[in-house]
């Protein structure tokens, strides 16, 4: 994987199962079994591949193994090691969802068309995902709800989302959005 591709997280090792070098994964995937279906996952710098085998789906997490690993020591010097794979291996997201990866970097503008700011990044706090706007005029970043009252256009391959500021109360803000 080239230090140019663009890496989307998939999960991470949360820590050793077992004395059998078996690892503990948490997912972001749909089905948490299909982690090990995109291929090998890298770290987060690219530097170390890992090819995983499912061997159950638990409540808490995947149980998997990866070659190399054979006891719980070298197991757990693996713990927290996020796991990525490159974006390509994806393929398109269905019709209005998205990858965070997709939309991190798009060009925020108004409802006039004009740019004011950049995605940041894409978060969830447990009420939804929200988008990281910084703002061009200002600098300063707001969490904007990444819903469609808010977000109505996204325009992955154009490079752009278009963003409409609203009130506490669901109207549109006066103040809409910083120049």
Request: glycine content about 12%; overall charge negative.
């Amino acid at each position: 994987m080239t230090g140019q591709s663009k890496r989307v997280l998939l999960g991470y090792i949360a820590s050793a199962h077992g004395i059998k070098g078996e690892l503990l994964i948490k997912t972001y995937t749909g089905d948490p079994a299909d982690i090990a279906a995109y291929g090998p996952l890298y770290s987060a710098d690219g530097a170390r591949s890992f090819k995983l085998k499912v061997i159950r789906v638990t409540a808490k997490g995947v149980i998997a193994r990866i070659a190399d690993v054979a006891d719980r020591n070298a197991a757990e010097r693996l713990k927290g090691t996020a796991l990525h794979v490159d974006r390509a291996a994806l393929g398109e997201a269905a019709p209005g969802e998205y990858y965070h990866s997709d939309l991190i970097g798009l060009a925020a503008r108004g409802p006039d068309g004009r740019q004011i700011g950049e995605v940041k990044s894409v978060n969830n706090f447990g009420a939804g995902d929200l988008l990281e706007i910084v703002f061009t005029a200002t600098g300063k970043s707001e969490f904007i709800p990444f819903t469609d009252a808010c977000v109505p256009t996204v325009d992955v391959a154009g490079g752009h989302l278009v963003i409409v500021m609203l009130a506490d109360d669901g109207s549109k803000r006066e103040d809409e959005p910083p120049e």
